[in-house]
């Protein structure tokens, strides 16, 4: 069972392979495992103690990162997330960590989740995908439906209150036009975020 693989100068957690959306761009559409990593889907959820066991067995000062991203959505184990990155932390304070997220938490959780990151967590990575709240329910298909698009922009602006960097990403050409780029962009600036274009991985 892979916990935990390496890319680059980053650790990478796999937590679950729960996820509220289905994207049609999704990497896991493609093979069980990304960069070269050993097959990510999990035949059973690693408990807390697994995780950091998992971590503990790395030299933490070669790299530059944690990054909680596998082959599902973090946030659907926020509680054990942000446990872990507090052992990390109270392990390693120097070691920055990294969330990748759909931004759904709220609606995952039932509640406002932002400001749980904050002090343990230095980046939330929020998948934005499109300015368009209709291309986001073809594109994403998230479970939650017509509430999701609006309750990522909210996660997203108030992680902008809560951790130093919110990142929001979407995917390159083919997926997102340039034009499209630019408005998402826009929407980034309104947040207070900074806008990264993934590229597409065929």
């Known amino acids: 069972m892979t916990i935990t693989y390496q890319v680059k100068r980053g650790i990478y957690v796999n937590m679950t392979n729960r996820c509220p959306c289905a994207c049609t761009f999704c990497l896991r559409l493609n093979g069980p495992g990304v960069y070269g990593s050993s097959p990510l889907w999990l035949e ?13 067995g790395w030299d933490l000062s070669k790299f530059d990162e944690i990054v909680f991203c596998g082959y599902g959505e973090p946030t659907e184990r926020l509680a054990d997330l942000l446990e872990v990155a507090a052992w990390v932390k109270a392990r390693s304070p120097e070691t920055r960590i990294r969330v990748n997220t ?3 938490s709220d609606l995952v959780n039932g509640r406002p989740t ?8 230095d980046c939330l990575s929020i998948s934005l995908n499109t300015d368009d709240p209709a291309e986001y329910l073809a594109v994403c298909r998230p479970k939650f439906g017509d509430a999701a698009y609006p309750a990522m922009l909210k996660f997203a602006s108030d992680a902008v209150r809560a951790v130093p960097d919110v990142v929001m990403t979407v995917v390159g050409e083919p997926v997102t036009s340039s034009e499209k780029q630019e408005r998402c962009r826009a929407i980034c600036e309104r947040l207070g975020a900074r806008l990264r274009v993934r590229p597409y991985e065929e």
């Open 44 to 56: 059973r959820e690693p408990s807390v103690a697994e995780i950091e066991e998992s971590i503990a």
């Open 114 to 121: 932002a400001a749980d990151f904050t002090g343990k967590v």
């Open 102 to 104: 759909n931004g759904l």
